[in-house]
C-alpha cells in the first residue's frame, strides 16, 4: 500500500529471495520514470530509469515494468542481498518538467 | 569528480536565526535543485535553476530564497529559520544525455530548528 503520514510501507523479504516494490505515480502525462535507492542518512541514488515507449527495462539484478494504462510501476530486485535494504522511491518526470516524487517503500533484507 | 558536493553536513538554528546551504556540482550540469525530505514523504521541490542566471520557485519556496551563482553552486538562505523549517535538504543536478534526464543528488544537509 501507499504511505500515510510517517510512516513507510515497509516490504520485507528473505536474504536470496526476489523482491517487488510497487509505485503507482499521478501524471498520465509523465514520459520518464526513476527509480532511486536511499539509504540511511545518504542521498538518493540512481538505479534505473524507463522511458513511456517502453514496457520492461532490465539492468543488474534489477528490472522496471512500467504499466501505462493503470499508471503503475514495479521494481524488481533479484536475489535480494543485505546491501539492498534502504528505501526505494519511484520518481515520474513530463516532458521534461521538474521530477515528482512518491514517498518511497522501505525494503528490509531478512538473513 | 565530486559529483554534488553539500555544505555543512549538520545544521542547529534557533528560531529566527538565518543560514546558507552551499551546493556545487563538478558535472557541468545546467540545472540544479534544492528538496526537502521529511519522515515518510517523498522529496519536494524548494526552488530550481534551470539554467545559470535563472531562479524558479517549487512546490514549497515559502521561508526561502536560493542564489545560483555561476554554473557549478546554488545556494539555498533561511532568512528566519522556523521549526517548521526541520528537515533533510538535498541538493540536485541533472542534465540531459541521449534524451533522458539524469539527476544526481548531494549527501544532504540535516537541519533542526529549535
Known amino acids: 500500500g501507499e504511505s500515510v503520514g510517517l510512516h513507510l510501507p515497509t516490504l520485507s523479504v528473505q536474504e536470496g529471495d526476489n523482491s517487488i516494490i510497487n509505485c503507482a505515480y499521478s501524471?498520465?502525462?509523465?514520459?520518464?520514470f526513476i527509480w532511486y535507492k536511499q539509504e540511511s542518512g545518504k542521498g538518493p541514488q540512481f538505479i534505473i530509469d524507463i522511458r513511456s515507449n517502453m514496457d520492461k527495462r532490465q539492468g543488474q539484478r534489477v528490472t522496471v515494468l512500467l504499466n501505462k494504462t493503470v499508471k503503475h510501476l514495479s521494481l524488481q530486485i533479484a536475489a535480494t542481498q543485505p546491501g539492498d535494504s534502504a528505501v526505494y522511491f519511484c520518481a515520474e518526470n513530463n516532458y521534461g518538467q521538474n521530477f515528482v516524487f512518491g514517498p518511497g517503500t522501505r525494503l528490509s533484507v531478512l538473513p | 569528480n565530486a559529483g554534488v558536493t553539500q555544505t555543512p553536513k549538520f545544521q542547529v538554528l534557533k528560531t529566527g536565526q538565518s543560514m546558507t546551504l552551499q551546493c556545487a556540482q563538478d558535472m557541468n550540469h545546467n540545472s540544479m535543485y534544492w528538496y526537502r525530505q521529511d519522515p515518510g514523504m517523498g522529496l519536494r521541490l524548494i526552488y530550481y535553476?534551470?539554467?545559470?542566471?535563472?531562479?524558479d520557485k517549487g512546490e514549497v519556496p515559502n521561508g526561502y530564497n536560493v542564489s545560483r551563482l555561476n554554473k557549478r553552486e546554488f545556494s539555498l538562505r533561511l532568512e528566519s529559520a522556523a521549526p517548521s523549517q526541520t528537515s533533510v535538504y538535498f541538493c540536485?543536478?541533472?542534465?540531459?544525455?541521449?534524451?533522458?534526464?539524469?539527476?544526481?543528488f548531494g549527501p544532504g544537509t540535516r537541519l533542526t530548528v529549535t
Open positions: 535553476s534551470a539554467s545559470e542566471g535563472t531562479t
Open positions: 501524471n498520465s502525462a509523465s514520459d520518464y
Open positions: 540536485a543536478s541533472s542534465t540531459w544525455d541521449r534524451g533522458l534526464i539524469e539527476q544526481y
